[in-house]
């Protein structure tokens, strides 16, 4: 198994233009997560998914948009990039809500 | 917000030495609990769960006070490789089971 594969690792990023994250698992996990991770700040859940054609928000949404059409997938877009968009983006997915989370590698994204 | 509140740190110790981390959450509500670690740069990692019983694994025991709110989590005889962040982690259950991680305590083992 790959896991739980991101990409891009890196991107840099102009003011307003869109992009999107990639993100997808092949261990068959219902749950799946994006998180951003600040200094000083922990991480927190953007985010998430509990199965395929249903998506919620988490703690900081605005300015992002997710789908889930499929068990594997979860591509996270930024519509409008800004600089408070730094970060670094982890994706992570979960059989259930009562199990182990694996994330992804991460995407750092600059916002300039 | 539910909030879960770790050492600041940095904790600075000499191989060969015990050092303990501690956690307290604020929802009486949690359901489960973690410690992951997050070498500098990668992905957080499950470490290991935290039972109400305690648990050992290894040189690493976790330990849980419902009533205080509060966790625990004990590293002996600490190695070089020990060097990471440690985040505590805990799930509010319901249907998402969501995950609120503390923002991490940074240990550094020295020769």
């Known amino acids: 198994n790959a896991g739980v594969t991101q990409t891009p690792k890196f991107q840099v990023l102009k003011t307003g233009q869109s992009m999107t994250l990639q993100c997808a698992q092949d261990?068959?996990?219902?749950?799946m997560s994006w998180y951003r991770q600040d200094p000083g700040m922990g991480l927190r859940l953007i985010h998430y998914s509990v199965g395929a054609g249903i998506t919620d928000q988490g703690e900081v949404p605005n300015g992002y948009n997710v789908s889930r059409s499929t068990t594997e997938d979860f591509p996270l877009r930024l519509l409008s990039a800004a600089p408070s968009q730094t970060s670094v983006y982890f994706c992570?997915?979960?059989?259930?809500?009562?199990?182990?989370?694996?994330f992804g590698p991460g995407t750092r994204l600059t916002v300039l | 917000r539910k909030e879960v509140e770790q050492d600041p740190g940095p904790f600075n110790v000499p191989e060969g030495a015990t050092v303990a981390f501690n956690c307290t959450y604020s929802?009486?509500?949690?359901?489960?609990f973690f410690w992951y670690r997050q070498d500098c740069r990668k992905e957080p990692k499950l470490l290991m769960s935290v039972y109400s019983s305690g648990n050992e694994d290894g040189r690493f025991t976790a330990q849980l006070n419902r009533a205080s709110q509060y966790i625990s989590l004990l590293i002996r005889d600490s190695k070089l490789s020990d060097s990471a962040t440690y985040l505590c982690?805990?799930?509010?259950?319901?249907?998402?089971?969501?995950?609120?991680f503390g923002k991490g305590t940074k240990l550094s083992v020295k020769p």
């Open positions: 992570a997915s979960r059989l259930d809500r009562a199990t182990e989370q694996f």
């Open positions: 982690v805990v799930s509010y259950g319901g249907s998402q089971g969501n995950l609120i």
């Open positions: 929802n009486s509500a949690s359901q489960s």
């Open positions: 261990m068959n996990h219902e749950y």
